[in-house]
């Protein structure tokens, strides 16, 4: 089937250590996003990827970096992890912008 | 600016009872509108979505929602609720950035409990 994939599933990092999530996907689509979910709170959107067009929020810190280096994979970076980074981080993609956006199933990120 | 509005924050009902998840959206043009749903520790699974056409969507599962312009809302319906049903529920609204590309603007959600 089809689908989004997320790796690790669970993530432990040290504070200030850099840490990588992965994110795959086999439904050939456009668009990738990465999303920011803490808990008991709807998911804020980080950046996104048209293709190879790097999309930032406003509000997204300098801390938060993505690499996209081919249409399956797309990896988020967190150069120096705060406690206040712990959450949940969803990859979603799209087939084009206007389109619904399919999400993977998440990596929990717990920063000690 | 765009937002959207989920006023339950937690609702309980009974199982094999209906249920009505709110949902209002501000948005300047038409809105293309969807209902997501999280499970505890999962991602989000989409319900349905409303682009053009009819206002009366159907989704999976059994999930229907109305589209009604005149009040900005797409409210979420189901006849008979089951117990696997308890979860996270979110409504959100596709909105075009500055740079032409969609994003979606997430309600903060409503947290479903289905009493046995």
């Known amino acids: 089937d089809a689908m989004v994939i997320q790796n690790p599933r669970y993530q432990v990092t040290q504070f200030g250590k850099p840490v990588t999530l992965s994110c795959s996907q086999t439904l050939n689509h456009n668009v990738m996003y990465w999303y920011q979910q803490k808990s008991s709170q709807a998911p804020k959107l980080l950046f996104h990827?048209?293709?190879?067009?790097?999309?930032n929020e406003a509000d997204t810190p300098d801390n938060f970096q993505s690499r996209r280096p081919n249409t399956s994979f797309c990896f988020l970076d967190i150069r120096s992890p705060g406690l206040g980074d712990a959450a949940m981080y969803l990859c979603a993609t799209s087939r084009n912008s206007y389109n619904e956006q399919f999400f993977g199933p998440g990596t929990r990120l717990t920063v000690l | 600016a765009q937002s959207v509005t989920q006023p339950d924050i937690h609702i309980t009902v009974s199982e094999g009872a209906s249920l009505e998840l709110r949902c209002n959206y501000s948005?300047?043009?038409?809105?293309?509108l969807f209902w997501y749903v999280q499970s505890p520790g999962q991602g989000l699974q989409l319900l349905l979505k409303y682009f053009s056409g009819d206002t009366l969507v159907q989704g999976i599962k059994g999930f229907e929602a109305e589209f009604k312009r005149s009040q900005s809302s797409f409210n979420l319906r189901k006849p008979s609720v089951h117990w696997s049903d308890a979860a996270e529920y979110f409504c959100a609204v596709g909105t075009v950035t500055t740079g032409g590309y969609n994003k979606l603007i997430f309600g903060a959600g409503t947290r479903l409990a289905v009493h046995p």
């Open positions: 948005y300047g043009a038409t809105p293309y």
């Open positions: 990827y048209y293709d190879k067009d790097f999309n």
